[in-house]
């Protein structure tokens, strides 16, 4: 696994980068950009175990919600590669991988930094999607604000 970080400056209170992030409908417009089709299944409540699922592919991880700090902070980490919707596992791809959203807001203006750690034969795909995300994320917080 190899670990990356973006960080993005965001003219939205914390919470409405908050929102975006993990709301239905926001977050399956940005994480589109990072594999199509992907949603969120399960509660984001510290301890609980989340799937992101490809509704495209099927394929997908489970994730145990490490630490959540609700507005601030939360940390995934990746305990099984999945397919067919989530239902059986695959090759070990992320598993033992964690994944971290970090928010900072300082007069009015958030700044998100992400990481997280990525099989070595797809960083070049995650160094490109992922600030494009970013970027979407940006955008969808500053229209809600």
Do not use: C
């Not at 999945?82 to 928010?103: A, I, M, N, P, V």
């Not at 807001?105 to 998100?112: A, D, M, Q, R, S």
């Amino acid at each position: 696994m190899k670990e990356i970080q973006f960080s993005i400056e965001i003219a939205a209170r914390k919470e409405a980068v908050w929102s975006t992030l993990w709301e239905d409908a926001t977050f399956r417009d940005w994480a589109d950009l990072i594999d199509e089709g992907t949603y969120m299944s399960g509660d984001l409540i510290e301890g609980n175990e989340i799937q992101f699922i490809s509704s495209s592919s099927g394929y997908g991880v489970t994730s145990l919600i490490e630490t959540l700090n609700r507005n601030e902070y939360v940390k995934f980490r990746h305990k099984a590669d999945t397919k067919e919707s989530g239902q059986l596992e695959r090759d070990k791809e992320w598993s033992g991988g964690t994944e971290s959203y970090y928010l900072n807001e300082i007069n009015g203006v958030t700044t998100l930094t992400v990481k997280t750690e990525v099989p070595q034969e797809l960083e070049e795909i995650f160094n490109d999607r992922l600030p494009r995300a970013l970027e979407r994320i940006k955008t969808l917080s500053e229209e809600t604000r």
